[in-house]
């Protein structure tokens, strides 16, 4: 099942929270998750600093495990909807 997550905004996370080492780290676990077929599209919103993705998994509960091994999502810097 194709799932999209829409990044939201996590309210009173200060701009210097996202450290180039864990940018590098989220990109990384992204990038590992497209190559397992996980993540199946990554796209960045022209409007705001949000992203889109589009999540390959068999149900909600398993998109939300595989959101929360994003380094952003464990940290609490970041949250997503997720829309079946």
């Not at 993705?53 to 997503?80: K, N, Q, Y």
């Amino acid at each position: 099942m194709k799932i999209i997550a829409l990044e939201r905004e996590v309210a009173g996370v200060p701009e210097d929270a996202f450290s180039e080492a864990l940018l590098r780290e989220e990109a990384a676990v992204a990038w590992r998750l497209h190559q397992e077929g996980k993540l199946r599209e990554l796209y960045f919103r022209a409007d705001r600093q949000e992203a889109v993705l589009v999540l390959e998994c068999a149900s909600l509960e398993e998109a939300v495990e595989l959101l929360e091994c994003l380094p952003l999502v464990r940290e609490g810097l970041i949250d997503f909807d997720l829309v079946p």
